[in-house]
């Protein structure tokens, strides 16, 4: 009998991947899939913001009702999950506790790319009215990329909804193909 070569599904699947991929990065076809599927896909992007469901303390009631009928933050596209794999977007608010601080990194790697990060008030800013504490980390920026700041103690659900709009406009203007990055 001779040798036989086998694949587990699951090896089949990444090699095949990965030589589709290399084959479309590499040749004309990828930017040519890029120049055809780019504006649709960052117009999807920025029209369906998937935010981590994540709050700590009290700046996590106003995220709450930003989604609520007054403000209705839905009306942007933006939809919370409950995993960071089905997330674009950590919405931290809240201090972060250095015993918090692995399980929240973790949380963002966890996350597909690309990803943003909004720090929501003073307290995921700097710490807030803990920033001496011993147990609180000075801002959320210290262990994570951080793109949209929003100050307030608390801060206001139309200030949230405020950062969403300029991360849309963010996300609009830094307009990249899937295959290519260009
Ligand atoms: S910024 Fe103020 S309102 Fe928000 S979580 Fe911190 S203490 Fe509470």
Redesign the pocket.
């Known amino acids: 009998m001779g040798n036989v070569i086998a694949f587990r599904s699951k090896d089949f699947v990444k090699w095949a991947d990965g030589v589709l991929e290399g084959v479309l990065r590499r040749s004309p076809i990828g930017s040519g899939v890029d120049y055809l599927t780019k504006d649709f896909f960052n117009w999807a992007t920025r029209n369906s913001i998937y935010p981590l469901h994540f709050g700590?303390?009290?700046?996590?009631l106003?995220m709450a009702v930003a989604s609520a009928p007054r403000f209705d933050a839905q009306r942007f596209g933006v939809i919370y999950r409950s995993t960071p794999r089905q997330c674009d977007v950590l919405l931290v608010?809240?201090?972060v506790s250095k015993k918090l601080k692995p399980a929240l990194r973790r949380l963002y790697d966890q996350m597909p790319g690309p990803k943003w990060v909004i720090a929501?008030?003073?307290?995921?800013?700097s710490g807030?009215?803990?920033y001496n504490s011993y147990s609180v980390v000075p801002g959320v920026d210290q262990f994570i990329p951080v793109d949209i700041y929003i100050p307030?103690?608390?801060?206001r659900p139309e200030a949230l909804i405020d950062a969403f709009i300029k991360l849309q406009k963010m996300i609009k203007e830094n307009k990249k193909g899937l295959l290519t990055g260009k």
């Open positions: 700590i303390m009290c700046c996590a106003e608010n809240g201090p929501m008030g003073e307290c995921a800013i807030g009215p803990f307030g103690c608390p801060a």
